[in-house]
């Protein structure tokens, strides 16, 4: 079984700087992929980004990065230019390669993060 | 042009009573599923459907009971409510080989 780890149970940061969550994984997958979904005080799940285990060129969206580290099972989500807009829970998920029983999320236990002025 | 809804958002009741939590997704997606948010927040998966045929079922009391009607609608019945199902019910979906989910906004059962 698959599991995921997340150190950080809670961190701060000021706006405009930067920060790094981190999250491990444990899995005899080889093909698998990575997520990691934002949940602001709404509730609403935002998918934040994603990574596919056989690319090893870390995903980018805007100011959003991983370092995917596939060797020590390591997937950090760096968020750039923090903004207040940014405060949320962050949390880091698995999936398997594959359909039907493969398809489903396993989740972190997620990260507070708050966007201090 | 909501993307994947629930209803209601908001559910308090009392034990021992039966409740329905509605999904439907308008995404075209064929697969959908069922999450559970305790109140660590942690999620776990419960059920999922694809083309209306379970295909993950988790360790879960069988008082849950989803039903897929057609494609796009998900529901979740839960018999004999206990206290330890107060909980946030996330819905989500995804087409079969793609591996994006996409979430409901949660629907927060509180049984008294």
């Known amino acids: 079984a698959q599991t995921v780890t997340q150190s950080q149970p809670e961190m701060s940061v000021q706006e405009a700087e930067t920060v790094t969550l981190s999250c491990t994984y444990d899995t005899s997958e080889s093909n698998y992929y990575l997520f990691w979904y934002k949940q602001p005080p709404s509730r609403q799940m935002i998918l934040v980004i994603r990574q596919e285990a056989y690319k090893q060129q870390n995903a980018t969206e805007n100011r959003f990065s991983v370092n995917f580290q596939k060797a020590a099972k390591s997937f950090s989500l760096k968020i750039s230019d923090s903004q207040l807009g940014d405060t949320a829970m962050y949390f880091c998920a698995f999936m398997k390669h594959g359909s039907g029983t493969a398809s489903k999320l396993t989740f972190g236990t997620g990260t507070r993060l708050q966007v201090t002025l | 042009d909501t993307a994947v809804s629930q209803t209601p958002k908001y559910l308090v009741t009392q034990m021992g009573n039966d409740k329905s939590i509605k999904c439907e997704q308008n995404l075209g997606h064929d697969t959908m599923y069922w999450y559970k948010q305790d109140s660590k927040k942690f999620l776990k998966i419960m059920f999922s459907?694809?083309?209306?045929?379970?295909?993950i079922n988790e360790t879960v009391p069988n008082r849950f009971s989803p039903k897929s009607p057609d494609k796009a609608h998900l529901n979740l019945h839960i018999n004999s409510l206990e206290l330890g199902d107060s909980a946030v019910y996330f819905c989500?979906?995804?087409?079969?080989?793609?591996?994006?989910?996409?979430f409901g906004p949660g629907t927060r059962l509180l049984v008294l």
């Open positions: 989500a979906s995804s087409q079969q080989g793609r591996q994006t989910q996409y």
């Open positions: 459907y694809n083309n209306k045929e379970l295909i």
